[in-house]
C-alpha cells in the first residue's frame, strides 16, 4: 500500500477539536490525539473493515469520542479527508477531495 495522505483539511479539524477538549480539561485533547491515532492504526491495518457512508468515503468512529475519520481508498492509498464530530452536518466533509 502506498504511504497515506492526510488531507490539511482534515489535520485543521483534528487540531481545532484538540484545541477544545484541552479547553475543557487540561489532558482531554491528549486522550483525544491517542484516539485518533488508534482509529488511524486500525485504518491502515483494514482500511476496507469500516463502511462506505458516501460514494467511496468510509467513516471509521473514535472510541471514548464522538467522532469520526472519514476517508477513501484512491489506487491504493489511503487518503482521510475529515475529522468531524458525528453530530455535524455532513455536507461539510462530503465536498473535500
Keep these: 500500500m502506498k504511504p497515506p495522505i492526510f488531507r490539511p483539511a482534515a489535520a485543521a479539524d483534528v487540531e ?3 484545541r477544545w477538549y484541552e479547553e475543557r480539561r487540561a489532558g482531554l485533547g491528549e486522550e ?3 484516539a485518533v ?3 488511524w ?5 483494514n482500511p476496507e473493515l469500516y463502511p462506505v ?4 468515503t ?3 468512529l473514535l472510541r471514548r469520542f464522538p467522532y ?7 489506487q491504493g492509498q489511503v487518503v482521510v479527508v475529515a475529522c468531524m464530530h458525528t453530530s455535524r ?3 461539510r466533509w462530503q465536498s473535500r477531495r
Excluded at 53 to 56: E, M, N
Design 16 to 18: 481545532e477539536a484538540y
Design 32 to 34: 483525544f490525539l491517542t
Design 37 to 39: 491515532q488508534g482509529t
Design 41 to 45: 492504526e486500525s485504518i491502515m491495518t
Design 53 to 56: 457512508v458516501h460514494r467511496q
Design 58 to 60: 468510509r467513516r471509521a
Design 68 to 74: 469520526g475519520l472519514y476517508y477513501r481508498v484512491v
Design 89 to 91: 452536518d455532513s455536507r
